[in-house]
């Protein structure tokens, strides 16, 4: 199913597609079709679903909605997304630890995960009528979620290396799934942002309010001169909001499980023995091409985390776009969602390192203009849509560069196999384990600039802390990330030369190699 009927029915022999002799008729039966290759692209919308819903959405919902001091808000957020990181290296342990079913190795994972992550993701939106344990209720569920999803992204993310063997297949399905990964984004900011949306928010603007320092204080005071009934409507949109997309993301699970099949190879794995992951991760963390690639990724990576996770707060309160927010959030997502093609294009004619100096820089200019300039609404959808071009390549990139590592790798450890998740797994670990610190120091740097829960507006010192966290410390992230790309050492000529290596390596033909020769002389 995931690609032409000669590879299916050979198949059942490797992990990869067969090897075929001659080089037209290779890259035919290695070929995915366009419905594979969607169904495949379809399995990453619901981590981008709820993962833009929660990264946009669930700081403002802790503080203004389940209406937590800012402190316990950081700790829910700081400790959901380190233990959400530490999930990551756990799975891919266990992966490596799977035996082979008639379903594939990584297929299980996602599919009996997701049934329940829909309710655990549900009940993160819940307010629940306690007085006391709010925190330890949004803790809990927060970790259980963040622990079923990872089973199955990452899964899902090393399975980038089993629907085929040749570079470009890869890459171009991993365009088709970043197009539907940043359509997720799309997807769930405008679902979280247009049903929230439309509900009304209700907020207090009182000279006292703002006078009070201690946040608890001021949350006694509200709920004495304010019926916190008001806020039902806005809870009865985030759990309706949180239905829709637990819908979704089943619904893309089962398309995922429909229309992709992992491949074997008889060649590459002679028995079903897992891997010794400790060894394994051995080897992956002394690869240097590996280790300088995730550190630059892991400094943009956690710039945008910071744009993320503060932006909602920075449109409604700095530039006053309350009613807005949304709406801008969507337009970053859209225009995103536009330029993947753009991007892979890029890649492909300039190069991948090219690519992410040019892709990533590009937000800098604009992250600074929307923090110097005065509050303008027309200005703030321009930069936006600025925004949204830099996240595609954002968001293309790590998946599209972290193939080419596990090639290299293969090359330097050829009798090495199995470890492909141990790659994606903590790429992904490191990532989220910064997002969790990242999160956790804003919304504490909040709580002590003074934040106000359900304020109109926030005095002076919040604004200041935002514009800092949506502006300064992302560019100086992306700046340092950047400069790290510098030592990243696989660019275009190193690339080709391991897809040749690794031809040679599985045995190709003399009339493949011949072949592969050619376009390695005109490229050079």
């Known amino acids: 199913m ?17 090897l075929c002799r001659q080089h037209r008729r290779k890259e035919s039966r290695e070929r995915l079709s366009v419905c594979s290759k969607l169904c495949y692209a379809v399995g990453g919308a619901p981590y981008q679903i709820t993962g833009c819903a929660l990264g946009f959405f669930l ?87 963040q622990t079923l999803v990872t089973c199955f992204h ?34 769930g900011t405008a ?21 009070m320092t201690n946040s608890s204080v001021a949350l006694e005071e509200l709920n004495m001169t304010h019926d916190t009934g008001s806020l039902t409507d806005t809870r009865n949109a985030y759990m309706i909001a949180a239905g829709v997309i637990g819908g979704l993301y089943i619904l893309c699970a089962l398309i995922l499980w429909a229309g992709v099949r992992e491949k074997r190879e008889s060649s590459e794995l002679q028995s079903d023995e897992p891997v010794s992951f400790f060894q394994g991760l051995r080897l992956v963390m002394n690869h240097g091409a590996y280790i300088k690639l995730i550190a630059g990724f892991l400094f943009t990576s956690l710039g945008f985390m910071l744009l993320e996770g503060n932006f909602a707060l920075f449109c409604t309160y700095t530039l006053g776009f309350r009613n807005e927010f949304q709406n801008i959030l969507l337009a970053i997502m859209l225009s995103a969602t536009l330029t993947i093609p753009f991007w892979q294009w890029f890649l492909t004619r300039f190069g991948k390192k090219t690519a992410v100096y040019v892709g990533i820089s590009s937000a800098i200019p604009f992250l600074i203009m929307v923090a110097v300039l005065d509050s303008n609404l027309i200005v703030t959808y321009i930069v936006a849509v600025a925004a949204g071009i830099s996240v595609a390549a954002a ?32 790429y992904v670990f490191f990532t989220k384990f910064t997002s969790g610190v990242s999160l956790g120091i804003s919304t504490l740097s909040l709580d002590f600039a003074g934040y106000q829960t359900r304020g109109c507006s926030q005095p002076s010192e919040v604004n200041f802390t935002l514009k800092m966290l949506v502006s300064a410390a992302p560019v100086v992230l992306i700046l340092l990330g950047l400069l790290l790309f510098k030592l990243y050492p696989i660019d275009e000529e190193k690339r080709r030369k391991n897809k040749k290596a690794l031809q040679d390596l599985r045995g190709e033909s003399n009339s493949s190699s011949e072949s592969d020769n050619t376009e390695l002389a005109s490229i050079v």
């Open 2 to 18: 995931a690609g032409g009927g000669g590879a299916e029915r050979a198949g059942a022999g490797g992990l990869l597609p067969p």
């Open 59 to 145: 700081q403002i919902y802790l503080l203004d909605v389940a209406q937590l001091d800012p402190f316990y808000a950081s700790i829910i957020l700081f400790v959901g997304r380190a233990w959400d990181a530490i999930t990551d290296p756990m799975v891919g342990f266990f992966i490596s630890k799977s035996s082979w079913t008639c379903f594939g190795r990584l297929m299980p994972w996602i599919i009996f995960s997701t049934p329940f992550a829909v309710i655990s993701y549900i009940l993160i939106w819940f307010v629940p009528d306690i007085s006391r344990g709010q925190v330890m209720w949004y803790l809990v569920f927060y970790c259980i979620f």
């Open 154 to 187: 990452v899964p899902y993310s090393a399975l980038t290396m089993f629907i085929s063997r040749e570079q470009s297949e890869r890459d171009s399905a991993t365009a088709y799934r970043m197009t539907v990964e940043v359509l997720g984004t799309v997807l």
């Open 395 to 426: 968001f293309l990139l790590p998946w599209s560069m972290l193939p080419d590592v596990v090639d290299d790798f293969k090359l330097q450890h050829p009798g090495s196999h199995g470890h492909e998740a141990i790659f994606f797994s903590f």
């Open 191 to 211: 679902i979280q942002g247009q049903i929230v949306g439309k509900a009304d928010t209700p907020c207090i603007e009182s000279p006292l309010f703002f006078g």
